[in-house]
């Protein structure tokens, strides 16, 4: 059943990169510039499908990929100007294609932020990721879109690279600040095994795992003490005066961990729609094929998944417990394993509220040690 009220979140996905990081896992397709035209045309056919799973307002447009500013820029001011409007557009860009008629291009399209990809400022950690973008590349980048009135600007580092030490991430995390952006997201490097690069860096990255607790401990005591708040495990914003009176969370995403509804388009995209989820398949010759083909129009390879009560209360407390937030726990309860949760408030791990004003709602949060471990923690509280 699909949720009557609409979703409120819409993701687009712009596959297309210029060529394959060795680390990455997301659904890309290297080049083919002659079909980024095709697969955008199957894409608004699919959005068009789709509409109707919207609400008539939307919150938040996030459009990812890939790499979005990859795209050929007419195809891309094709996708900007179907898109409803939205309080916040974000649009994820690779440093070496952010140049000025591209900052045009992204603001006349109604976009108002962009995720820039930095990972590291070290060239020889970029080396080892196979960036294509410097380190001077993201500086350039940053002022481009500054110059072009872009003021929600993200950042997002790796840390756990191979190679990486210590003071190389408080080197990355210093260059980061220096940059004033509204918003940085810090990933611990995650490696699938089986892949090239995981064979190319197996020892390595043993010890870089190992390290990752201790680099997570740095990033948060160096980004706080810079007056981030640390909202979500790997996000953090400009907040207080800094701030200036603005809610700098990435609102797009905070809506995925509170739990509501969005729509993705796009090859690979997921969808949660009231009970379903649904997940695009990753083929773009199908794809293309199934929407703007000769038989255009008709419905994408897809897989459809029934979510039951009991999953969405799990993912509910699993999202919701990585903000800075209590969560309400009315209609959770049947989730969370009481022993569990007395152990990890024992512990000083996590701690429950009791609202006495909302009839005894009770509502759970992580204490920082217990957002340090994270899953963890997470994992002892589920039923
Ligand atoms: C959709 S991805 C890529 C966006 C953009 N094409 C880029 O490369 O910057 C968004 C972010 O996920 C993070 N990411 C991608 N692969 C990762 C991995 N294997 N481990 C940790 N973070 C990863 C990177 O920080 C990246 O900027
Ligand atoms: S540019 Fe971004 S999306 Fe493309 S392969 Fe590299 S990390 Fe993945």
Redesign the pocket.
């Known amino acids: 059943m699909i949720h009557n009220a609409g979703a409120r979140h819409l993701y687009v996905h712009l596959p297309f990169?210029v060529h394959r990081?060795g680390?990455?896992?997301?659904v890309t397709v290297v080049g083919r510039e002659a079909q980024h035209g095709a697969y955008v045309d199957a894409l608004l056919s699919e959005l068009a499908r789709e509409s109707g799973s919207l609400a008539g307002a939307v919150d938040t447009v996030f459009i990812?990929?890939?790499?979005p500013t990859f795209t050929d820029p007419d195809a891309l001011r094709r996708v900007l100007a179907a898109l409803p409007s939205a309080a916040e557009v974000t649009v994820?860009a690779?440093p070496e294609t952010v140049t000025e008629e591209l900052a045009v291009l992204l603001r006349e399209g109604g976009v108002n932020r962009i995720s820039l990809?930095a990972?590291t400022f070290a060239p020889r950690l970029l080396d080892v990721l196979e960036r294509v973008a410097g380190p001077d590349d993201v500086r350039r980048a940053v002022h481009t879109l500054r110059d072009a009135f872009f003021d929600n600007i993200s950042l997002?580092l790796?840390y756990g690279i191979p190679g990486q030490e210590p003071s190389d991430l408080d080197t990355d995390l210093a260059e980061a600040l220096a940059l004033a952006p509204e918003h940085l997201?810090l990933?611990?490097?995650?490696?699938k095994p089986g892949t090239r690069f995981t064979h190319a860096w197996g020892d390595e990255l043993v010890r870089q795992s190992e390290a990752m607790e201790g680099y997570f401990e740095r990033v948060v005591e160096t980004l706080t003490d810079a007056g981030y708040r640390w909202y979500e495990t790997a996000n953090f914003c400009l907040s207080g005066d800094q701030a200036a009176g603005r809610d700098l969370r990435a609102h797009h995403n905070l809506g995925y961990w509170q739990g509501r509804d969005y729509l993705g388009v796009g090859i690979g995209a997921v969808s949660t729609l009231g009970e379903q989820r649904r997940r695009n398949g990753a083929s773009i010759g199908r794809y293309i094929n199934a929407l703007g083909g000769s038989a255009g129009g008709k419905e994408p390879p897809r897989e459809l998944e029934q979510l039951d009560p009991l999953t969405k209360a799990q993912e509910r407390l699993m999202l919701g417990l990585r903000l800075d937030e209590p969560l309400a726990l009315g209609g959770l309860e049947h989730a969370i394993d009481r022993g569990g949760l007395e152990r990890m408030v024992a512990g000083g791990l996590a701690v429950v509220h009791t609202e006495c004003d909302a009839g005894d709602e009770q509502s759970l949060s992580l204490t920082n040690r217990g957002r340090f471990l994270g899953g963890g923690v997470t994992a002892e509280l589920l039923a």
């Open positions: 990169c990081c680390y990455c896992d997301f990812g990929g890939g790499t994820e690779n990809g990972q997002d790796i997201s990933y611990e490097l995650e490696a």
